[in-house]
């Protein structure tokens, strides 16, 4: 087994978490954009509720789609501990109404750990194209990519999934 450097993974998470929402997603795009010939895809497994949360991704508006990965990497509540309704007041009323549809949300948040890692990488995979990668990342952001890409692969899926 590969040793990992923890201090400079734990450095990238704590950059990666640090940027804007917006520059998360272009990093994680252009990351998978990179990466995904190089990490074989059964490396994070599959799951039947991830690939149905990209087919309710995919069927959304581009401008709805950034919103859903948005909220998703900033919902920073732990499973379990309470219910996360969505933190769009409209949203949220729709998952009140009993027998309605659930949410992506609250679908991403009833996934595991390596089921969330898997729709990730899934996502990079299937909406490669209409994940809009900004070519003008901050200069934090360009700095973590470049760092990310000196890492070995099974350091680049080590980070994946801590952020996952």
């Known amino acids: ?30 990351l998978f954009k990179e990466i995904s010939g190089s990490i074989p895809a059964n490396t994070f497994g599959t799951s039947e509720e991830s690939t149905r949360l990209i087919d309710q991704i995919k069927g959304q508006r581009q401008d709805e789609q950034l919103q859903t990965l948005s909220d998703f990497l900033a919902n920073k509540t732990a499973k379990g ?31 595991d750990a390596n089921s969330r890692l898997a729709f990730w990488y899934q996502l990079g995979q299937q909406l490669n194209d209409s994940i809009p990668v900004n070519s003008s990342l901050s200069s934090e952001a360009t ?22």
Do not use: C, W
Request: aromatic letters at 4%; hydrophobic letters at 45%.
């Open 81 to 111: 501990d309470e219910v996360a309704l969505d933190p769009h007041p409209s949203k949220a009323l729709l998952e009140l109404i009993p027998g309605s549809t659930q949410p992506a949300l609250t679908r991403y948040e009833s996934l």
């Open 1 to 30: 087994m590969t040793s990992i450097n923890t201090s400079n993974l734990d450095q990238a998470i704590v950059v990666f978490q640090g940027l804007p929402v917006e520059e998360q997603l272009a990093t994680l795009g252009m």
């Open 143 to 164: 700095e973590l990519l470049t760092s990310l890409r000196s890492l070995g692969v099974e350091q680049q899926a080590a980070f994946l999934r801590q952020i996952a």
